[in-house]
């Protein structure tokens, strides 16, 4: 985060709230690129195991000890780690948001609550 939480919590809400919505823009970004990255790599594993020849064991063996996948796997990995960082950022700023009055986005139970039951057939 660029910003302290003290800094967060002199800002105007309307600032606040631009933070707010400039962190979850870049958590989403991030978390795609990281899932694309995963489905990548789970795609490379996949390959490789057809494309060996072998027994099943010696297939996954070889998935195992392939350096290239270990790399692969490592860079999901840090992008995990940057992705929860991002995630704590938002939390930190709607936190900041709910504490100074303002409503903070719903929690999930509070939207599926929130949802009226139409009755089936009209």
Do not use: C
Not at 41 to 64: C, P, Y
Not at 67 to 77: D, F, M, S, T, Y
Request: aromatic share 4%; charged share 35%.
């Amino acid at each position: 985060m660029t910003m302290s939480v003290e800094q967060l919590w002199s800002l105007p809400e309307t600032a606040l709230i631009g933070a707010y919505a400039e962190a979850r823009r870049r958590y989403a970004e991030k978390k795609f690129e990281r899932d694309t990255q995963r489905a990548r790599l789970e795609w490379m594993r996949a390959k490789l195991f057809v494309n060996t020849q072998g027994n099943v064991t010696e297939r996954k063996m070889a998935v195992d000890v392939s350096e290239e996948l270990a790399r692969k796997g490592q860079e999901v990995r840090e992008m995990t780690r940057d992705l929860d960082m991002l995630k704590i950022d938002v939390d930190v700023i709607d936190t900041m948001i709910r504490l100074r009055g303002a409503h903070g986005a719903p929690s999930v139970h509070e939207e599926a609550a929130e949802k009226p039951v139409e009755p089936e057939g009209e």
